[in-house]
């Protein structure tokens, strides 16, 4: 065998095992908490235990609740009636603890960002990356809507991957009415999540 | 003009290596002497050498040393920093220095880094000795042993194992011993995620050295510049077949940075909103970025390609995640002596580049030692 050979052997065996290395980069072998802090980058933490959820727990979002650990990216600091999205995307997340024997639903309390100068707010409702549906906001008092989740689409972990895109965010500083820069969508009051047929 | 005949007699018999171990050993006595001043009167802790200079990313690589690679994020308070960030060859070296002298980890660290920074100015002087006049490849070697953050080249960083593995990469690329060119370069792409870009300076150095279609048909002696350049990322990809194996994800190295709040976006924005903010330190680090900008697009004007390419990418890519530490990701690029070389033509100003040179290292000595923010 010749060096000319025996380098294009190399070259053709280097290729391969690069090759390999790149199919494992896009298909890593790691858990949900990994994958949505490190990969997605939409959650706070790397550890899935800050997020569990009992089905019917009633979690309140405000400052001095627990149910702000269910906020990924894309939400202000808690306030103290709620919190705020704060940029296109805002995420939740929840890993149900228990698997759910029928479909679910989710029922939240939330406000959109009405002023009579910006009399209409959109939020498209994703989970686990499927489209849900369009919530529509036209004023500014607080309303309860309610979204049906079939079982199917919860990942093997159980893991709710709630994704509320704002069509048009607005800050209170381009509506005039402070120097809050932030865009805001949705204030989430509280959620909860329970078996349909509850 | 007595000196100037003792100069001159000095610079006619030449020896590299006399200006080599001077600057190498001068560097270290200055660097340890500043230190251990700050030591005793401004940190009045009376901490050991080692101790004394060993900052933040040094306790990472001692613990990949000590304890290797980490399967989940847990030593830090939030969780979710981790050491996979740290390239493995230098904890590698490391830790087989400190198997086999039977030295404490730090102690082998330290003497890993300066042995391989003595290496690199050998290197380096026999690099430049291929273009460089004698007096431009001694005022180089003093440059690079004494330049502003040229301390980092004592510390137990990838800094010393990088620059000599670039060096050689360029030293046997440019003189045709492509083999071992690629086989450096592969050692270089495990050192920092920034080797694996040693690709573009070699593969330009082939093409100038044997045209495109000779390259891309695998003709003559281009099969082994070929090989070289397929080699090089060789180091990545079995640090990331590692990851893979050791905690799952091949490219942990890049995902886990966003522990540290590192995103990618554009480096020039990053640069120009540091520069113009007027603050420091963002100002600062973003000038020394810039001043390497400058640099790397002077070497492309004189047709140095490959090492104003490597200048660019050493500091853009750096630059995508903001200004921070941005100087260090300087220092390391050889070819900033090499260009202060061609441009600085009167022995005067040689001199008092090298004096400002230790008057600002001086500084930034202490700085360090006192463990201030800007010199992360």
Known sequence: MTLKQFLIICMFLLIAFYSYCLYLSINPRVGDAYRLYYID???????????????????????????????????????????????????????????????????????????????????????????????????????????????????????????????????????GLSDDKRKLGICLHWLQINSADN | MKMKIIRDAFVQNWSPLFYVLSAFFLSRLFIILVGYFADITIIDKKEDILHLFCKWDCGWYLHIIKDGYEISPLRHPNENEANWAFFPAFPLTARFASSIFLLSPLAASYIVSNIFFLLTLILFSKYTSLTLTKEQTIFAIYLFAFFPYSFYFFLPYTEALFVLLLTAVFYFATTNRWLIAGVVASFLSATRNLGVFIIFPMLIIAIQKFGFRKLLHLEGA???????????????????????????????????????????????????????????????LASFAIAGILCGLYMLKIKRYSEGIMTLILILIPASTGVVSLPRYCVIIFPIYIYLSIIVRTNQLRYIIIGLSILFNSFLVIAWVTAKNFMT
Not at chain 1, 54 to 59: D, I, Q, S, Y
Not at chain 1, 101 to 126: C, F, M, S, W
């Open chain 1, 41 to 175: 980058r939409i959650s706070k933490s790397p550890h899935i235990d800050l997020f569990s959820y009992t089905l019917g727990e009633k979690a309140l979002t405000s400052s001095t609740s627990y149910g702000s650990k269910y906020l990924g990216k894309g939400w202000s600091i808690p306030e103290e009636m709620c919190t705020w999205s704060g940029q296109k995307n805002a995420y939740l997340l929840l890993a149900i603890d228990n698997q759910p024997v029928t479909d679910l639903e989710l029922i939240v309390k939330v406000q959109g960002a009405i002023h009579p100068k910006h009399p209409r707010q959109i939020a498209n409702i994703y989970v686990n990356n499927i489209y849900m549906e369009k919530w529509e906001f036209t004023s500014d008092k607080v309303i309860e809507k309610r979204l049906a989740i079939p079982k199917e689409i919860l990942t093997k972990n159980n893991l709710l991957i709630i994704t509320i895109i704002s069509e048009d965010h607005i800050s209170p500083y381009k509506l």
């Open chain 2, 222 to 284: 281009s099969i082994k510049a070929a090989f070289a350049i397929l080699i090089a990322p060789l180091g990545l990809f079995l640090y990331m077949f590692f990851l893979y194996l050791h905690m799952g994800d091949p490219l942990a190295f890049a995902h886990v940075q966003v522990a540290w709040g590192r995103t990618i976006s554009n480096p020039l924005k990053h640069l120009a909103s540091g520069f113009l903010s007027f603050r420091f330190p963002d100002t600062y």
